[in-house]
């Protein structure tokens, strides 16, 4: 496929986007990735997983802070308890390969301790600079990873039961985790989802945010109809009941009008940080 093909499968509009821009495997392979959740039994070899994270860890980082660290978990047991904290996710268990990508500001502060200069830097700031450089290494690692035909599913639930998570990495002060990552050769062929339009995440100079609601209705329309959400896969329905206009934002706001981990603020200040 073309790159504006590609475009067009992946927000599901026309456009000419990208009409002008030559085949490129790099941009494919992102414009067509989706998560994989089944692997194959197949391992993933020492060496390659050695390059891979040589490649995440040459992302760009914050003021070149390389406040970012990754605990591949080797240990079965260990990856099986971790599951067990988050049971919803069958294939933390089941994945070749899982990590936990981490925001760590210790390496930093132990660094101003041998260097005789005072922390001044600890506030909220902080905290935020090490979760973004984790994130931004995690998906040089998804890229990476995914280029050489391996399958990715990133794991926030990894976070439900923060403590005991915290627990099993052996995280000291200041070093929090960000997500999990499972990696393996995929088992089967993936979907990709459809995202929402430029129309509404991209801004010229100021936010604006004006027609959101008529340009969501029409991305729910377009989704429902590629990947129609049957009656029994609605969310909650014992607290909303069925809805005839179900789609994404239905879906998700139902998703965030539970609460969900309210204890990781309390969690990252056990870690250290001044939030303020």
């Not at 475009?7 to 992102?30: A, C, K, S, Y």
């Not at 890229?143 to 926030?156: D, F, N, Y």
């Not at 430029?198 to 010229?204: E, N, P, Q, T, W």
């Not at 129609?228 to 239905?250: C, H, K, L, N, P």
């Amino acid at each position: 496929m073309t790159i504006n093909e590609l475009i067009q499968q992946r927000f599901g509009l026309p456009t000419d986007i990208g009409t002008t821009v030559g085949p490129n495997e790099t941009l494919g392979n992102i414009l067509a990735r989706s998560s994989c959740r089944h692997y194959k039994s197949d391992p993933v070899s020492e060496d390659l997983l050695a390059t891979l994270f040589s490649v995440a860890f040459s992302a760009p980082s914050k003021s070149d802070l390389q406040q970012a660290c990754v605990i591949h978990v080797k240990d079965q047991e260990k990856q099986q308890r971790i599951a067990a904290l988050c049971p919803q996710i069958g294939w933390i268990a089941r994945a070749p390969v899982f990590m936990v990508w981490c925001g760590d500001s210790r390496r930093i502060r132990r660094l101003s301790v041998w260097r005789k200069h005072a922390f001044a830097n600890d506030h909220l700031d902080a905290f935020m600079n090490a979760a973004v450089d984790a994130g931004i290494a995690m998906q040089t690692f998804v890229i990476a990873a995914e280029a050489m035909g391996l399958g990715c599913c990133p794991v926030s639930e990894v976070r439900d039961d923060i403590d005991g998570l915290s627990a099993e990495l052996g995280l000291p002060k200041w070093v929090f985790p960000v997500a999990g990552l499972c990696v393996g050769w995929p088992a089967e062929e993936t979907q990709i989802s459809l995202r929402l339009p430029l129309s509404v995440i991209l801004h010229a100079d100021t936010y604006e945010d004006g027609e959101l609601l008529e340009h969501v209705t029409e991305y729910d329309r377009r989704r429902e109809i590629i990947d129609q959400t049957i009656s029994e896969e609605q969310r909650m329905v014992e607290r909303f009941g069925i809805s005839a206009d179900y789609g994404w934002s239905e879906n998700r706001t139902r998703q965030y009008n539970v609460p969900a981990r309210a204890d990781f603020g309390r969690y990252i200040r056990d870690q250290g940080f001044d939030l303020s």
